[in-house]
């Protein structure tokens, strides 16, 4: 079945420093969304990435999907101590599953 | 404010104690999803509908069931509850269209423990 995975698991930066996780799905995506739960919160819908190659910035947040639209990305620059939380990528498919998550802790 | 609520938000039940969690939405959306979120783990998808059309997930157990009597409510009663069903169980809604399904909103869980 479709597998979404995400790198890194974790990650730890010092307040200013930039930010990348990365997601790369099995199968060829028809459009991938990014979403960032807040601890103790739900997922808040990001962003939706549809074409090939499509890149979209949302102030210090910069999304990617990949030419094969089988791989993406969000960059944060800059970070802040409010970019606290878990960063999922999910993905249509046979069924819509999300990434495994990349938690960002922000140390001020 | 529209708004995707889910009642209540924490649930306390026996094992094998059958129970019910409600999630209701003032977006008209026609698609709602049922998640289950472990501890530190991405939500996972149980079951989702689409108008009235049912989709169930190949591995969520049949322990889960949904209704959905209308567009505006949807449930999840898990029939025999145990130990290893403690979860936050989050609601989702979408709209839709010819390119797919939207994006989702979510509402804020219901966090079950099961004793």
């Known amino acids: 079945g479709q597998q979404v995975m995400q790198i890194p698991q974790y990650q730890h930066v010092q307040e200013g420093e930039d930010f990348t996780t990365y997601c790369n799905s099995s199968?060829?995506?028809?459009?991938i969304q990014w979403y960032k739960q807040r601890p103790g919160g739900h997922p808040v819908f990001l962003i939706q990435?549809?074409?090939?190659?499509e890149v979209k910035k949302q102030k210090r947040l910069t999304f990617q999907f990949g030419e094969a639209k089988k791989n993406s990305s969000l960059h944060i620059t800059a970070t802040q101590t409010t970019d606290v939380g878990t960063y999922f990528c999910?993905?249509?498919?046979?069924?819509?599953?999300f990434g495994p998550g990349t938690r960002l802790s922000v140390l001020p | 404010d529209a708004m995707v609520i889910q009642n209540p938000r924490y649930q306390v039940t026996q094992f094998g104690k059958p129970v019910t969690l409600s999630c209701s939405q003032t977006?008209?959306?026609?698609?709602m999803y049922w998640y289950q979120q472990k501890s530190s783990q991405a939500p996972k998808l149980l079951f989702h509908?689409?108008?009235?059309?049912?989709?169930n997930e190949a591995d969520t157990p049949d322990n889960f069931q949904s209704r959905r009597p209308n567009t505006s409510f949807c449930f999840l009663d898990i029939r025999s509850p145990g130990l290893g069903d403690a979860a936050m169980y989050l609601c989702?809604?979408?709209?839709?269209?010819?390119?797919?399904?939207?994006?989702?909103?979510f509402g804020p869980g219901t966090r079950l423990t099961v004793t």
């Open positions: 199968t060829t995506l028809s459009n």
């Open positions: 509908y689409y108008d009235k059309d049912f989709n």
């Open positions: 989702a809604t979408s709209g839709s269209g010819t390119s797919g399904m939207y994006e989702q909103y």
């Open positions: 990435l549809v074409k090939s190659g």
């Open positions: 977006l008209n959306h026609n698609v």
């Open positions: 999910a993905g249509p498919g046979q069924n819509f599953v």
